[in-house]
């Protein structure tokens, strides 16, 4: 894949620059096309900013996706910048996920 091969040659797959969906264009609304990826998510209940179970789920899975990310480097030759969390809850319900684990874009595996 071309795109792979970019990343290959130029380190790390940054995936907020490779994935148009992951970039949102200032004062403009766009329809995008969002890729089937594999996530690391934590889900929870309670208000993020006082809930010690959210500082306990962040700090589980941040050192996760580290290892994964590792582990992607040093066994399929992938390396890939961990994305920053990302809260998809509301004040009572909560989510985080850095994202994407460790499948390439557009690589399937």
Same mark, same amino acid.
């Given at each position: 894949?071309?795109?792979?091969? $970019?990343?290959?040659?130029?380190?790390?797959?940054?995936?907020?620059?490779?994935?148009?969906?992951? $970039?949102?264009?200032?004062?403009?609304?766009?329809?995008?096309?969002?890729? $089937?990826?594999?996530?690391?998510?934590?889900?929870?209940?309670?208000?993020?900013?006082?809930?010690?179970?959210?500082?306990?789920?962040?700090?589980?899975?941040?050192?996760?996706?580290?290892?994964?990310?590792?582990?992607?480097? $040093?066994?399929?030759?992938?390396?890939?910048?961990?994305?920053?969390?990302?809260?998809?809850?509301?004040?009572?319900?909560?989510?985080?996920?850095?994202?994407?684990?460790?499948?390439?874009?557009?690589?399937?595996?």
């Amino acid at each position: 894949m071309p795109g792979q091969d $970019r990343a290959a040659s130029a380190g790390k797959i940054d995936f907020k620059r490779e994935i148009a969906a992951y $970039r949102a264009p200032r004062g403009a609304f766009e329809i995008v096309d969002v890729p $089937r990826l594999q996530y690391l998510m934590v889900d929870g209940h309670g208000d993020p900013n006082t809930a010690p179970a959210y500082s306990a789920a962040l700090a589980a899975l941040y050192p996760l996706a580290y290892a994964l990310k590792f582990a992607s480097r $040093r066994e399929l030759g992938r390396d890939y910048v961990v994305m920053p969390s990302k809260d998809c809850g509301g004040p009572r319900t909560w989510r985080c996920s850095p994202r994407p684990a460790t499948r390439a874009a557009g690589t399937g595996r």
